[in-house]
């Protein structure tokens, strides 16, 4: 997208960056000042001299960045002024400690959104703060699920239906292998499942991230890992042999990263049922070439309602679609009157198969945006609630 003279946030190789306070937000290149949104891979890169982010996103970004990482945490609505630009985070509902990032500087806002959560219901992922609209000039927006197809149930049916499935396989006596990406999509599993049906079972690799979470005050259930089932190493490997590999896992619900699919580590199950929880579970196709007994439709992103409903409260009269159906939303926001275009951008590599598996479909009708005049002030707040998991 061209710039225009004054533009808060722009292109550069580096990533998306801001002329006047000289940062970058969510960078993709190594680069001295980042302003990094959530702790996804395709967000938040190692390398950077400094970081500024959520303060609760902390102990997530220091497990997949390094310990030694130079962090500055802001709590949400707490808004700090470098170089002129006052910055500021607020809740986005994706994972714990996302946040939309508000960047006022010379009379203008600008909002990045970062990759955020907001469905046709009216609920929120419980282990985060829910996502909050902030009025602004120029919203920039993702558009992951941007297209009529993708229309989120509610959450609680979702549960419900994984909740059947994984009782019905403890009463035939067999684990239900669960796989979900292992930062942000399990923790709200493991959240929204009944733990009363059986042990849960969780990947090495969600272990610290699931303890992140419980450090940050999110309560989740207790869980275990495989290699704490099998005991030693000479009885993981005996296991690895076995069928059912391990007698504890009968009516246990396994949660893993979609990558255990067909490996070793999957076969130490046994016999299982497996599923896959994701919001590209919407289509048939990704369901069929997933190659799983079950697939549930779960996002930790905006459906296209939700997408709509984010740019609608904002109250901007330009936005910038950075990752997704680009091309989709782009036309759907002129179709509304607004000014509209998009960033090339490396985001959307971490949560699932590429938006290419979606088919092509028309926006709906369209809908009257909010006025974008008066924007209201976003003074900082003295007294914020950072711990989402009691809100």
């Keep these: 997208m061209s710039p225009m003279a004054g533009d808060l946030v722009v292109e550069r190789p580096q990533g998306l960056y801001c002329p006047p306070g000289d940062f970058y937000i969510d960078p993709w290149r190594p680069v001295a000042r980042a302003v990094i949104t959530h702790a ?7 390398g950077h001299g400094q970081v500024l982010a959520s303060a ?10 390094g310990a030694g990482l130079n962090f500055q945490g802001l709590a949400y609505g707490e808004t700090v002024t470098h170089k002129g630009v006052a910055i500021s985070l607020h809740p986005a509902g994706h994972v714990l400690g996302s946040a939309q990032v508000r960047l006022a500087h010379g009379g203008r806002v600008w909002v990045a959104s970062g990759d955020y959560f907001l469905s046709a219901h009216d609920e929120h992922n419980p282990t985060c703060a829910p996502f909050e609209p902030v009025r602004c000039h120029c919203f920039i927006t993702e558009s992951t699920f941007g297209l009529p197809v993708y229309r989120w149930a509610p959450q609680a049916s979702v549960l419900a239906e994984i909740n059947a499935w994984w009782r019905s396989n403890a009463a035939a006596g067999r684990p239900s292998l669960l796989m979900a990406y ?8 493991l959240a929204g499942v009944d733990a009363s049906i059986g042990p849960i079972v969780v990947h090495g690799a969600m272990a610290p991230l699931n303890q992140a979470y419980r450090d940050a005050g999110v309560p989740l259930p207790p869980t275990h890992t495989l290699d704490a089932l099998a005991g030693t190493t000479a009885a993981r490997r005996a296991a690895a042999h076995a069928a059912p590999a391990l007698p504890a896992l009968a009516g246990a619900l396994v949660l893993a990263p979609p990558a255990v699919q067909g490996s070793a580590w999957a076969r130490r199950l046994g016999e299982f049922s497996d599923a896959f929880a994701s919001g590209w579970m919407q289509l048939r196709g990704a369901r ?8 549930f439709v779960l996002s930790d992103h905006a459906d296209w309602p939700g997408l709509q409903r984010a740019i609608r409260a904002t109250g901007a009269e330009r936005v910038i679609v950075t990752h997704g159906e680009e091309a989709v939303m782009v036309r759907w926001l002129r179709e509304q009157g607004l ?28 809908a009257p945006p909010a006025p974008a005049a008066d924007l209201p002030d976003h003074p900082a707040r003295a007294n914020p609630n950072p711990d989402p998991g009691r809100r």
Excluded: M, Y
């Excluded at 996804?40 to 190692?46: F, G, L, M, P, S």
């Design 40 to 46: 996804h891979a395709d967000h938040a890169r190692a």
């Design 288 to 295: 069929r070439r997933q190659g799983v007994d079950r697939g």
């Design 182 to 189: 292992s930062l942000g999509k399990a923790q709200r599993l």
């Design 56 to 65: 609760i996103s902390e102990g997530l970004l220091r497990s997949r960045l």
């Design 339 to 366: 000014d509209a275009g998009s960033f090339r951008t490396e985001f959307g590599h971490e949560d699932g198969p590429p938006a290419a598996t979606a088919p092509s479909a028309p926006p709906e009708p369209p």
